[in-house]
């Protein structure tokens, strides 16, 4: 399968990443080379098989809904690269 | 060094004590340096805990690794330490709990010695999509060490531990094994519980263990398997006791056909595995060839489906909660693009642009969900096999260790794992212990898969074919 600059724009913001010059030219063959070793699949007879999706065998592992603390708040920020005493810190979002 | 727990137990009989141990091992570790094998040493805290676990020997109620010097795969989680998936996207990052797996070696006197070198995110095949550089294989160390485990490998291989854990998701802890002599297992899906475990493909990551021995892989299995609260995956079977000799009369063994038709197969690993199947035919058991035309699709069905995961997974990394973030990012949008972009290597790149592209509207059925009906296609004549049969034998590899540097292609490094991803799709538990001495001087691995949660069945095989 070919594929164009806008595919490699498109899947590119769909997964938040940028590629820029070189960097795009080579992922835009690496895509094709990996999506046309991955065609060969449409050679198997698939007809009525069900896929699989699940590989363990336990369902619905309930447990009682107990409210616990598992992680502190400090914790949870602990490894944030930006943050205050409270929250997550962004950049701004817009500049005056 | 202490090349097995049944060494450690010995020297610790003796009166040694496990911060001797543990300091025998630090100084092996400093010697060898150049593999490149340690990411990280956990110098305090483990000679920390050695000098608990003596305190328990001492009081007589330590655990049944008391004293044994593990490393884990830098995916593994430890509360109060570091750790990476060999990326730079998490750096800086410590981890908030200890993983079960790791947990329950702890809690029977296992002491962490530190963490161990793989491909980014468990991604390859050599140790060389690594942010921190390739390891060198002990045996040769112009060689690779295998991977995406080739860091608890080359520990083992190299007598930096007395055994480690690692993870497969398409043969990250057999083939790494292969290239090193040790033995590595990896259990049937759901057996260990992946809490702690950073994912890469969830339907396929399982943990477990690099050893140099078989009892210690049995031994390391019996303490990490079973049911956890924290896995909801993880198999709530119970785990029976595990290498107890008993084997069938007439053992039954399949062998995959194709496999020995696979381009650029090594001879002499044909050569063994066809000796295996003399001998073994010799003492009277079954062995046969049997057809399974799927060869040429299982890395491709892998790859569709772990790709896809892997894009799904990562996309918890973004440069707000943890880890690295861009310094010019402005919004966050750019936020999210620019962290990923310099955080992530290009492989990690590439398998989340594929798989993103394989669930993208307009593609996802003739991908992603013809990939899962062929899943189902392999799980369905596998199990067809291992009705008439109770193991399946072949390769590990198709060859021994190859060059640092060596295989440049993605898809040829893809190719690398045609004999492993085919127990990570179906779920089968599979195992590979060093049984070929190749005339190149390096060793590689048998693989046997066997049937759902029969790893006490593979490990008396594994026994079996070893006498």
């Given amino acids: 399968m070919k594929i164009t600059d806008e595919t490699v724009d498109h899947i590119a913001h769909l997964a938040r990443l940028e590629f820029e010059g070189e960097a795009k030219t080579a992922i835009k063959q690496e895509m094709e080379t990996i999506i046309s070793f991955m065609e060969v699949l449409q050679q198997v007879d698939t007809e009525n098989v069900e896929p699989l999706i699940f590989m363990s065998e336990e369902i619905n592992r309930l447990r009682d809904d107990v409210a616990e603390v598992t ?11 930006k943050k205050d005493s409270d929250y997550f810190r962004i950049p701004k979002v817009l500049d005056k | 060094m202490y090349r097995t727990i049944g060494e450690v137990k010995a020297q610790l009989s003796a009166g040694k004590t496990v911060v001797s141990i543990v300091q025998d091992y630090l100084t092996e570790i400093e010697k060898q340096k150049e593999l490149n094998a340690f990411l990280e040493v956990f110098t305090e805290s483990v000679l920390e805990q050695a000098q608990q ?19 884990i795969k830098d995916n593994l989680c430890y509360k109060g330490h570091k750790v990476s998936a060999s990326s730079n996207i998490l750096h800086g990052f410590e981890s908030l709990f200890t993983g079960t797996a790791v947990q329950r070696l702890i809690d029977e006197g296992a002491v962490i010695i530190g963490r161990l070198n793989c491909d980014e995110f468990a991604m390859g095949s050599s140790n060389e999509t690594s942010a921190f550089g390739t390891v060198k294989n002990p045996l040769d160390p112009s060689k690779v060490a295998g991977g995406s485990s080739g860091g608890s490998a080359a520990a083992v291989a190299a007598g930096l531990c007395t055994a480690s854990l690692g993870s497969d998701t398409g043969g990250s802890i057999r083939q790494p094994a292969s290239f090193t002599g040790t033995y590595g297992l990896k259990p049937t899906y759901g057996r260990i519980s992946r809490h702690g475990l950073i994912a ?3 339907s396929f990551d399982q943990i477990g263990p690099f050893t140099n021995s078989l009892e210690d892989t049995a031994l390391l299995l019996q303490i990490m398997a079973g049911k956890d609260a924290y896995d909801s995956t993880a198999s709530s079977r119970e785990v029976p006791a595990y290498m107890d000799g008993a084997l069938p009369s007439k053992i039954k063994v399949a062998v995959l056909k194709e496999s020995f038709e696979t381009k650029g197969i090594d001879p002499e690993v044909v050569s063994t595995t066809e000796a295996i199947i003399a001998d073994l035919r010799s003492k009277g058991h079954e062995v046969e060839l049997v057809s399974f035309p799927y060869l040429d699709y299982v890395v491709p069905a892998y790859y569709v489906l772990t790709t896809a995961e892997a894009s799904s997974n990562l996309s918890r990394f973004d440069g707000v909660h943890f880890g690295y973030r861009s310094p010019d990012a402005k919004g966050v949008e750019e936020t999210y693009k620019k962290s990923r972009s310099e955080g992530f290597g290009k492989e990690v790149k590439r398998r989340i642009m594929a798989g993103t592209f394989v669930l993208s509207h307009g593609y996802y059925d003739a991908y992603y969900t013809k990939a899962q009906k062929v899943r189902r296609v392999l799980q369905t004549k596998t199990d067809e096999i291992f009705r008439s049969y109770d193991f399946i034998l072949l390769p590990t590899t198709p060859s021994t260790a190859f060059e640092q540097g060596g295989v440049k292609d993605p898809i040829q490094m893809y190719l690398q794992d045609i004999f492993t991803v085919h127990a990570n799709l179906t779920g089968h538990p599979a195992l590979s212990i060093p049984f070929g001495n190749h005339s190149n001087g390096l060793p590689f691995g048998i693989q046997i898969i066997g049937k759902p949660f029969d790893e006490n069945g593979l490990l008396n095989f594994a026994a079996y074919l070893e006498n």
Wanted: glycine share 12%; hydrophobic share 40%; proline share 3%.
């Fill in chain 2, 53 to 71: 676990v003596d305190e328990k020997i001492k009081s007589g109620t330590a655990g049944r690794l008391a004293g044994v010097v593990i490393g």
């Fill in chain 2, 200 to 202: 890469y493909a969830s």
């Fill in chain 1, 71 to 81: 992680l502190t708040q400090a914790e949870v920020l602990k490894n944030a690269p």
